[in-house]
């Protein structure tokens, strides 16, 4: 069982960065992949960023290549989002999630409430 509670969401103008922090709890937590998936209005919850057990594997979506970093640190149960040139289609409810590596929803079992980011034009 992992618990997943995500951190540093905001406001934030076009071409800023925010830094996304999602801890965990439960003892497995290093044993499962990580992956960050965003909501807007309206829209389905989309792959954003994801990274193996161990760190070794990062995949991101076309839409954030480039601009997203995403990475893990086990000691601290804690997985990262660095989201930098910020842009208003990026606005969205960001959730982070605990399961196997892939892009898809079902690849994940344990999410968190979510954190929202808001890219002011």
């Known amino acids: 069982q992992v618990q997943l509670v995500e951190s540093g969401g905001g406001l934030v103008q076009a071409g800023g960065s925010l830094r996304l922090s999602c801890a965990a709890s439960?003892?497995?937590?290093?044993?499962?992949?990580l992956g960050w998936f965003r909501q807007a209005p309206g829209k389905e919850r989309e792959f954003v960023s994801g990274?193996?057990?161990?760190?070794?594997?990062?995949s991101y979506a076309d839409s954030v290549k480039g601009r997203f970093t995403i990475s893990r640190d086990n000691a601290k149960n804690t997985v990262y989002l660095q989201m930098n040139s910020l842009k208003p289609e990026d606005t969205a409810v960001y959730y982070c999630?605990?399961?196997?590596?892939?892009?898809?929803?079902?690849?994940?079992?344990?999410w968190g409430q979510g954190t929202q980011v808001t890219v002011s034009s």
């Open positions: 439960g003892r497995t937590f290093s044993t499962h992949s």
């Open positions: 999630a605990a399961g196997r590596y892939g892009r898809s929803v079902g690849d994940y079992d344990y």
């Open positions: 990274i193996s057990w161990g760190g070794a594997r990062t």
